[in-house]
């Protein structure tokens, strides 16, 4: 880790050869690029924290460093259109998938709770949310019909262990005073990460869902409840749809989204500036980046899992 680290630095130090990034590391000294993160970034976020924050997300995780340069940066650009620092507080992540076809690692930028959460609130139509793991031991009821309401009171002195988690709800109040609810059992939200999560060869997940499983499981359910939200809550909308179209993945998945938009450009904005084909290859997908029939070699598995 020492020896990764000294050469993430000392490599991200040195300019980008004819000033066109080869590497993920080249990308970090390319100014070019650094001023379009800049004015894709809200107010609160400088570039220079982007950066940074997106460098200490490669020295930690080396699989990064041998992404495209093409889907890296694209992966970072939907990060700072969305307003969310990778890593940081379960913002989001920086994810590497392997193409088992091309064979190149493909990175992915996907939200993660708090990063969801975040956007909600900033639609300027939520006053507060609560999304929340159920675990064994727990005292959880809840009621639908007419008054819905759910009564949850954890067991303090039990295990919070992920295999103890038995289900999962999100509460959401809306400044109209309306309130959004949903609870989903443990199997359901499960069926839909083993539909859409990463997998090594063996088909064992791999990702966000086995170092943060009860914060995946928590935007699951938030996903589905804002889902209720009113058609005309246009700025709730907005968020959930994300111009950068970040949550994408994710709301397929949770059945926000029910048909693919049109294809982003963003990644062949990228490439035409770094001079790159950026062409999905068919097993990725062209809006999210996802490589669906690809797999991650044993070898190389993001976040250090085996």
């Known amino acids: 880790m020492t020896d990764s680290q000294a050469v993430a ?55 990064l460093q041998k992404c495209t340069v093409p889907s890296f940066m694209g992966a970072l650009l939907k990060a700072a259109q969305a307003g969310l620092r990778p890593g940081m507080f379960g913002e989001g992540f920086l994810i590497p998938r392997y193409s088992k076809k091309t064979r190149s690692m493909e990175a992915q930028f996907q939200p993660g709770y708090m990063g969801l959460a975040q956007l909600a609130y900033r639609s300027g139509e939520v006053s507060d949310i609560v999304a929340e793991a159920v675990y064994r031991g727990d005292h959880f009821t809840y009621q639908l019909g007419s008054d819905p309401r759910i009564e949850h009171v954890p067991d303090m002195e039990g295990e919070r262990r992920d295999e103890d988690v038995m289900a999962f709800y999100a509460v959401v109040r809306l400044r109209n005073g309306g309130k959004l609810m949903k609870v989903m059992r443990r199997p359901d ?36 409840a804002l889902k209720l939200a009113p058609k005309e809550s246009e700025r709730l909308a907005a968020a959930l749809q994300a111009d950068s179209d970040a949550l994408f993945n994710d709301r397929v998945a949770a059945g926000v989204a029910e048909t693919p938009r049109e294809p982003s450009d963003l990644a062949d904005r990228v490439a035409d500036r770094i001079g790159a084909d950026s062409t999905p290859d068919p097993d990725v997908d062209p809006e999210t980046g996802e490589v669906v029939d690809g797999f991650l070699d044993d070898d190389e598995i993001p976040f250090g899992e085996s």
Not at 20 to 35: A, G, I, M, N
Not at 45 to 63: F, H, K, Q
Not at 190 to 212: C, E, L, M, Q, Y
């Open 9 to 63: 630095t000392r490599d991200a130090q040195a300019p980008a050869r004819n000033g066109t990034p080869q590497s993920v590391l080249d990308v970090f000294s390319s100014e070019s690029f650094k001023r379009q993160v800049a004015a894709a970034l809200p107010a609160h976020i400088s570039a220079d924290s982007m950066m940074r924050i997106a460098l200490t997300e490669v020295r930690m995780n080396p699989d």
């Open 189 to 224: 939200v499960d069926a839909i990460r083993d539909r859409f999560a990463p997998t090594n060869k063996g088909g064992v997940v791999v990702g966000p869902w086995t170092s943060d499983y009860a914060a995946m499981g928590a935007k699951t359910v938030l996903i589905q």
